[in-house]
Each structure stands twice: as structure tokens, then as C-alpha cells.
């Protein structure tokens, strides 16, 4: 049994992980980080796990789990995990870091646009973007993984085929993602209350949001160029999913199949992308609860764009369904194990 | 592997059987019935199935059904499965009916409250009432098990000990049930619109609702008298939970404790239900998706009643939970297998 | 013009309040006061008042305010109405306090459920309890008037007539309610984020809730005699409206036009009350955005109970309208001008 | 008092209709045209307006409501207003068509977009699109209105200022738009049931959307030249409300007072257009319930676009709200009368 550990076990995301965790074969959780709810028990925090979890919420010391756990992971606010990693915990455990911290390997992007000092850049080289559909062999071997955010996975994985057979034009690129709440976080602020979000839609950090410099840096490797692109995150009343909806310009004159015939040859094998069916457009409720991406795409012979569309559960494919298949992949383990979770409609 | 077919498989509760079989180690459904969507691919029906279940949907032809199954699920409206059993059926296949056609014993009171008449009477007594927790030996004897109704699942068993055992006056009892809308079925209903359900509450079927002589029922057989009970179900804008509200006066003066003592001599070692601890009261959002029915109760000194509540995922201890589960013990299985669903919460 | 003050007016009773005043033709706000907000402009706060309100927030002082204002409101937590009234204040404005403090009549009740000193009961007794409905004449001559809570409104005009008529049994008498979320306030508190209210629903302060010795206080002296109830409020997703499902065992043999008599009896010229024809049941949709309580009801001859349901929104009729009808009675206005609001619905 | 009829009272937009107009001091409805309820009582179809409306609904006789009333508004279905509507009735009576019947004056456009052959070609140059501020005194003098499409609405608006003066490239033009569920009517279809519409976002329509020629025609007439947008509407899980995301590139170095500057040289003066202060995005929750149109704009010097982003109430601003702002200009009233509407808030 691998034993993990998580640290910031009690936000959206932990406990995602503790539920995927919980139903993982290969898994034993000793360690349910949580530094506000120190010494309660976990059940407590997550009824839902009355009589499944019995442990209590442990404090976040770092050096001690590295000790005791083979994977962390770390799902907590930006600079954490950055503060805290060094060689000696590397040298013991492996990490998948839930945080922006070693997203970005331009490290002036990434104080810029988190405005925080990054205290360990000596790692950022070394730590693989987790995004396993695309860098697989690395994570495999990656004692520190950086695992995407939910906004840009998706975002990211809609575009890449494209992007990487050169199919659209990337100064055109244009990603407008709507998230349900949780992306939020469990933080008791206003502006998440539920009578501030429900029956309400709104854009929020336009032009400003902190997945676009990770998102144009996925897309410039893909696509061997530079990218700047507009992104625009919006706030929708329901718990879970994200959709992109991306636009941009076609360099070829390309019909559907053609099209479809990119993502098949980057996408067919791969268990948690589902290009859809002509016709069929992603709904975030079709992948809620489970890791899957789905897409799909149209021609707009109008205007000469296609509207590439993305779901996914933003805490599953989002957070820690992605965190679980970074760790299979680092493990050596069955990609899917403990993944194998069948959308829930409705 | 078990052979499972499903009449009604599109419906929301077929749809849930599917997504736990889909899971279950020992079972393989060989028939998707639906008679609205006959040779149309299932996954075009419920799109979270894409390239999970490749099936198409196939009449409603139990005769066949019955050569090719060794269990047939009946997720279907009153008055079907009665009208399609018999002798032959039942010697080559077992069968768990969702609808309420053998739910009562006496076929009057059935045919009162439904409005039909019953086409097979002869095997009402042969049918299990398959409560799980209440009847499990007889269910693994059976042929035919009646699964209950989702109000009634979640009613009985939130009363059931105290019942049994005598501590209240079953004449005082009130059921003040509120249901998500899923219970409502997927018919294409003006009620059922968004638009109508959103942001709204109400009462509906007062004082006569369906599944009152079905409590009535089984808390009879528990406490050995005849019952008779104020039940009301509400909706609510939201898509799975019920939560049972019950009042009644107590006969004996009794602690928290004593109370606790009495659930646990029925609960402690049942999987499924959980007794909660002093003060913390079930929430829907605490059991959705899994097979859970969370209990806990208050006993109020002013009014000598005590206040019981009870919270299920109507879709799966409520309907498909409970099938799977009825049939893991008719064929001799872990109770759990295919079970094991952690509450997904947010 | 009727120079109006209000004492909170940032959260949900104080935005509904000036929604309401801002359409009134009679009345001119000149303090918009809120201790979370001073110097903060308004429209900041709440946005739909942007080119409608230009006033800043300011500091609560009564003082000052009952030198400027000819009522003040006082939507603000227990205690603080009570702590700052005195003679000088009331001497030069009226007070209608939407908080607890007034409302009950036995100081030793109020501070029992409460669990505060009450700081000034000299004016308990002064007080009136403003349910126009059925103290229309005292509020015309009130100072002070106690402004119902949204729980009690809905509850006792609910089972008013027929506690006053003699016709239930009010030891039997029970109160199932279920309310919007805009109840619990707008403070940043987890238990009411978005994700964790959302696709839930859970009973709270069982046996236990404050509204109820109010309920009791009111029915008691409509039935002539001591009255305790069982009232059990839920947690509904969804912004506004309360739902109270009343049970009671019948004393007399009624049918239903004899209740519905009684009911006109106390309601026909009652414009905010509307008694639903036969076999129409209250929904909390009907009423949103207005002032009326929609109540209906059903008789069960197999428990010889009577189901009575009735429907507000929470914040007009259960707050913010009702402390306007009951201004509009003060100041000898047209009991309905700023009222006549009609429910918005989808 | 102004007698006006209604066609199509009982879909969602008939509804705000009569519920707007109940409001309004110059109108008396006279005919409550439906013809799935003929001889029903208004209220029993929407039961918020018992004892508000005491009329029945009557069928669709257009030249029995040319005789009796002086406005018809038309809340139906493309094609049935241009099937009725003929000289004898324009010379009795005033139409605010809500339907896309006369929007376009292309009818190859229309014929093409919508499937359908037009009926009355000939009164399409008359007709006057009731944008109202852009065509304010068109409408003044017109017999025959058509009101604009909700997503039309809030997506011409949010850019028209920045077209008109050039200040955009039309070319880049993207309009990435968000509707709660009333706009999708209130048949009784699969695909808008709670439970496929509750906790799920998609998008719909994709390259495709019927108000695409319509935006076009009119951002063309602006601008001064033919415009081709893409324009994706998307499903929200809310009752109401519309929020435009707009994308375009800058022809010109801008600075945020200079584009604010041009929106207020357009908007200013405008009671029900309010450009929002920078920083501040709209929500449309803030607009519910009301006609307004909250607009504001961001620029991205890293991509050189400029995002606006406009807010309304489908049902207000975006059909019933506008065509009594319509009827208003058409018949020399206040043109706010009767929608003198605060926001609800929450």
C-alpha cells in the first residue's frame, strides 16, 4: 500500500482527494492535514465520511510527513507548498503539488501574476507539469509533480491538438470558461455566499486571471510559438464543472472529420478525453463526479473560426482526479485505478 | 457473471442502476430496456455513458428477457411488472421490481390507493418487501422482491427501531418528508420544468399520497399494531436527497442515550445506515450518491415528542442502491459489492 | 414625506427594506446606516442600487437619527434595539424594530431563548406586536412596534382562525417549516456558502429554534389558553420564501367550506392574505417579491388532523413589508402603499 | 387608460407582461389571449396573480382584439404575428410584436435563419425595430414595433457606442452569451427539466443561434458596415437573466476614461442603460426583475482587445420590460412608466 499524505485535506479539493483516495486499491491516507481543524475529527469537517474516515486532522508539518507518507499532496493556497519543499523531502517522498507553485517555469511570470516571492525556483526546472495526457513519460519519473489548474486544464486540452498541428491561429485564441462555485474554494467569504451566487451569472478577474500565463505557456510548447491569449473565467450557480468555450480563426480550410481525425490521433487512446459525436456539445453534468474531459468542436464557415467546447468536473479532471492520475503514473500503478468513476446523472 | 437486464433503463432510476452496475464486479447487463428510445445507442440517451456503455436500448420483452437474464430490474410505472409476470419468468429469472406493484400486502388497499387493478395477485404474498436491513434473510430466498418506494425507504427506516421496540405512540406519528426533484421521474412535465421547481417549495399529495399504506405497512409490522399516519411530501429544488421529518410522542420517558441504544441494537452493524452522533443532524448533501440513510433525532422535554430525521440519495438506498443491494443478497453476494459509493459532497 | 431611517441596512431585511421605501411615495430615506459599512457608498454594496441610491452608509446613532428621522427601522441582531431605545428617542420618532427584542411579552421568556439581558423590558409591555393582521388597531397608536419574525408570521397567521375559533387541538399542534436561505443573513459563515447550501436540505435548531415561544405566545392568546408546539424549521437552496406545514388534530367534525368560513371569516378583507381555492396548495414562488401569505389547507378524516400550509416570502411579509405595513398604520397611510407589489415569477 | 391585449399571456414573457402592466397606471388589460388554457382562469395558469387578475384567458382573435384594444402585444411563437397581422388591424390598433416576425429586413435573411416562409413581407420596411435607444423616435411614430430578441438586446447595447464610433474591429467581433432558463419558454420539453437543467451548463446553438442576423443587421447599421460575429449562447442554471461577454479587437490606443467617455456620450442620458464605475462587473442578479441594462468594459493591452460585458433580465429588459417601454414611446407616456422596477436583490 502507498501511503499519502494531504495537506489542506479539509478544502474542496482535499476532500475530493480523501473521496477519490478512499476507493483507490493501492492507497492508504495516514495523514489528513488540516491546519484549522487541527486534532478534530475528519468526519466531523466531512459528514459524509462519518463511519469511512475515523482519523483527526493533523497540523502541516512537512518534515514529519515526509517521513511517514510515499506521496504528498498538497492542496493548498499558492506558496505553501513552495515554502516547505527542500532536498530532504524530495529525497523521501514524492510530491503532487495542487498549488500554482511549480506550474509556471518562468519564474518572473509567476511573481507577477501571483504577486508572492517564489522561495523554492530551484525546483521549478525539475518538476513536471502534470497535465498526464500530455507529459505522461515525465510524470512518470517526476519526483515533484505540478498539478494543473482546473481552469486551464480544461482550457489547455481543448485547444492542444490544434494548436500543436497548427490548425488555428494562436494570436486569435480566445477562451471563455464558466466554473460552478467550488472552484471558489471553502473559504467563508461574501462574495460566496450561497444567496450572492445563486440565480446570479458574472465574469470575475477578466483579462487578469492567474490561469492564462499557465495556459499560454502549455499552448506556446504545443504549438511552438509565443501565445497570448484572452481568457475570462465566469461564476455559475451550481457546485461543479467547467466549460471552455474557445474561439479561434482557421489557418486551413478544414471540414469536420478532418478535424476530428486531429483530436482522434492525439485523443483515441486516451481513457479520460471523450470527443464527442457531431452534433453533441459537452454538458458539465455529463462528467460531474468523474476525470473525464469531454470535447467537442464546430466550423463556423462565416467567420472562418471554430468554437472548441471543454468539461470537466473542476474538482475531479480539476483537482484530485488529476492529482490521483499523476500519482498512478509516479507509481507505476494502473493509470485509471481508483478513477474509475461513472459520471453521475442527475 | 451475473446477466442483468433493465426495463426502464432510461428513466432516472434505470439510469442510476445502470451507473452502479456499471461498477459491480460480478454483474453485466446484457438489456437496456426503454421503450420511448428503442435502437437508439444509450449513451445518446444519457450522454455521462459515452464510451462507457455501448449498448443500444431494446423493447420491453420480458419473455426474451427473462432466456437472457438471471435478474430483470423493473424500473418501471405502476402496474407493469404485474402485468408481465408469471410462473414461467419467475422459474427462469429473478426479478426486483422498483415499482410499487408488490409493495402491498393487501391487494385492496393497493388497488385503492393506485387507482389499478392488479394483474397478479397470486404473487403478492411470494414477493419480499425488500428492506434490506428489515428483511434481509427472506430476500435471499426470493424470487420476487418488492423494492421500496423512496419516501418509504427513508420513513420506515428512520422509525423502524423506536417502532419495533415500542417507545412511541404510533398514533401520534407525523411524517414531514421533502424530496429533490429526481423523485419526480424524467417526464416531459410542465411541474417539472426548471423554471417551475427553482427557486420554489411546496407541499404536494397531502393526505394522500401513494406511499402512506406502504409505511403504514411495514411500521404496523413493527410495532404490531395497526398505524395510520399523517405523511406529506414536499419538493425541492434540488436534484437528489430526501429528509425525513418525523414527530412523535413518546410512551416512556427516555434519555438521548436510551434512544441511541435502541437505534444501535437495530443499526450498529448495518453498513448502510448511520446513526449520527449527539447534535448532528442529516443533511442530504451528506449521502448523495451513496447507498447511506443517515439518522438522528432529538427528544424535545417540552412537548414530550421526539423529533426523528432520517436523510437518503432517493436515487440509490431510495431506488437503485437498494435494488443492488436486493439482489447481492439474492444471489448470495457481498451485501455491499458494487456499494461501496463514498457520499460526494460538494 | 416621511423621513425614514434604517439601522442595517446592509443585510438582506435592510436591502429588502430599501427596495420597498425606494418605491413608496410617502417616505424619503435619510440614513442609511450600517456599522460594517460607513462612508461606503451604498450602491457599493448592494449594485442593483447603483443610479438609484446615492447616499453613503453611516454609523448607528440613534440619537442623531431620531433627531432627523420621523421612523426608524432597526434591522439589526437581538439586543441592539433594546440596548439604544429610551424615552428621549421615542419621544421624537417611531421605532420599528425587525429584531426579537419587543416581541415577546415574559422578559424571562425572551432572555431564556435568547440567552441575553434584556436592557430595557420597561418597554416590553408598550410594545406592539406588529402582525397587522390581527393588531391593526394598536399598531395605529404604537411608538414602538415589535415586527414579527419571518418563521412566526408564516406560522401563526397559518393556524390563526382555527386557533382562535376553537377548532384544533392546540396540544397537537405542529409546525414543519421550511425557509430560503436570505433567513440565515448575509455573514460570511461556511455553513452558508454556496456549495455547502446548494443540491442539500437539513432541519436546524430542532426543539430548539427562537421563533418558537413567539409562535406560542401569539396562538395562545388567539386559543385563549397555554400553548406549546413542536416547530422545526430546514435549510431550503434557494433565496426566499418560508413554507410552514402545520399539523392538528380537529376538535369538531368540519368539512372543508366550514374551515374555509372561519378562514374568511378573519381574511376576506384581508389584502396581503390570500386563502388558495380548494385543492390549490401554497408555493413559495407564488408569493416572491410580494407581500402576501398564501395559505391553504386539507383535512384528513383517516387521522382527524387538518394539514394547514401557508407560504411568504421571507423578506417582504416576513421582514421588510410587514415593518412597512405596520409604518403605513403608524403614520395613517394607505396600509398598502409601497406594498402593492406583485410576485414575480419565473 | 390604454386597453391592451395580449396574445401569448401564458408564456413566461406574457407573464412579465401582465405583471408589468398590472403595474402600470395607464393601462388596462383587456384580452389575456392563450390558446392551450381558452376559458381558464388566468390565475389558475400563474397562481402568483390570484385575486390580482379575476380574467379568463381567451383564443388568439386578432381582429376581435384590433376592435377592443389599442395595443396588442404579441408574446408568441415566429411566424404568428406575421401570419394575422393586416391593414384593418393596423388601422385599429398599435402591434409590439415579440417575436422575430418583422426584426430583420432582410426576409431572405429571416426565411433562411428561421425555416420559415414570412406572411406579410409588405409591413417589414414599416415595422420599427424598438431598440428604444437607439431608435427612440421611430418609435415614437410606429404602428407596428418589433421588440428586439433578449440576447440581441443585451449583446447590440453592450457594443453598440464602440461600434458606432468606430472604435472596434467588427471583424474580431465574438459574443459569448449566458441565459438562465426562462428563455427557453415554458413548454413542457425534455431538455429544460430541473433535473437536466439543475447543476449543468452547456452550450447550444453553436455557430448557429437565430439571433445572430439580428445582432449583425444591427451592429452593421452602426458601424456602417457588414458585420459577421460568432455569437454562442449557453445554458444557465438560474430562472432569468441574460450576461454578454463580448470580445473585439481596438481599432485605436484607448485609454478606459476615453471608452468610458463614449459610453456615456450614448448612455448618459439613458434612464435604463447604467455603465457601470471601473473596476465594477455587472451581475445579473443585480438587474433582476428590472429593465435595466448594466454595461461594463475592460481593456487588455496584452492582447490589445477590449472585453465588454452587458447584464440584463431576459424577461424584463430583453422581451416584456421593452415592449412596454415600447408602448410607452408609441403612445407619448413616461417612457418609464410602469417600469420603475427595482432590482431584487438577493
Not at 507539469?129 to 481552469?151: F, K, Q, S, T, W
Request: charged share 25%; proline share 3%.
Amino acid at each position: 500500500m502507498i501511503k499519502a499524505g494531504i495537506i489542506g485535506s479539509t478544502g474542496y479539493a482535499g476532500g475530493e482527494l480523501v473521496r477519490i483516495l478512499t476507493g483507490h486499491k493501492e492507497v492508504e491516507i495516514v495523514w489528513y492535514g488540516s491546519r484549522s481543524y487541527v486534532d478534530k475529527r475528519y468526519a466531523e469537517v466531512y459528514q459524509n465520511m462519518f463511519q469511512i474516515v475515523d482519523a483527526k486532522c493533523m497540523d502541516d508539518n512537512m518534515e514529519e510527513l515526509a517521513k511517514q507518507a510515499d506521496v504528498i499532496f498538497t492542496a493548498t493556497p499558492q506558496g505553501l507548498c513552495a515554502s516547505l519543499v527542500n532536498e530532504d523531502i524530495l529525497s523521501k517522498t514524492k510530491i503532487v503539488d495542487l498549488s500554482a507553485d511549480f506550474r509556471i517555469k518562468d519564474v518572473s511570470v509567476y511573481e507577477k501574476w501571483y504577486g508572492i516571492e517564489h522561495k523554492s525556483p530551484q525546483y521549478i526546472e525539475e518538476a513536471v507539469y502534470g497535465l498526464c495526457e500530455i507529459n505522461r513519460e515525465d510524470v512518470r519519473g517526476a519526483r515533484l509533480v505540478a498539478n494543473p489548474g482546473c481552469y486551464t486544464t480544461c482550457s489547455i486540452l481543448t485547444a492542444y491538438p490544434l494548436a500543436k498541428e497548427g490548425i488555428i491561429d494562436m494570436s486569435t485564441l480566445i477562451v471563455d470558461a464558466k466554473s460552478g462555485t467550488s472552484g471558489a474554494g471553502r473559504g467563508a467569504k461574501l462574495s460566496n455566499l450561497f444567496c450572492e451566487v445563486n440565480e446570479n451569472m458574472k465574469a470575475y478577474g477578466v483579462a487578469s486571471h492567474r490561469h492564462t500565463p499557465e495556459i499560454e505557456e502549455q499552448l506556446g510548447y504545443a504549438s511552438g510559438e509565443k501565445v497570448v491569449i484572452s481568457f475570462t473565467p465566469h461564476l455559475v450557480p451550481m457546485n461543479r464543472g467547467i466549460l471552455a468555450t474557445e474561439y479561434a480563426s482557421l489557418k486551413k480550410d478544414v471540414s469536420w472529420s478532418d478535424v476530428k481525425e486531429i483530436y482522434d490521433k492525439y485523443y483515441q487512446k486516451e481513457k479520460f478525453v471523450r470527443v464527442l459525436d457531431e452534433g453533441v456539445l459537452p454538458e458539465t453534468k455529463w462528467v460531474e463526479g468523474s476525470n473525464y474531459v469531454d470535447i467537442s468542436f464546430k466550423i463556423d464557415p462565416r467567420t472562418n473560426r471554430i468554437i472548441m467546447m471543454g468539461a470537466i468536473d473542476n474538482l475531479v479532471k480539476g483537482a484530485a482526479g488529476q492529482a490521483v492520475q499523476n500519482m498512478n503514473l509516479m507509481f507505476g500503478l494502473d493509470e485509471a485505478e481508483g478513477l474509475n468513476l461513472v459520471p453521475m446523472f442527475p
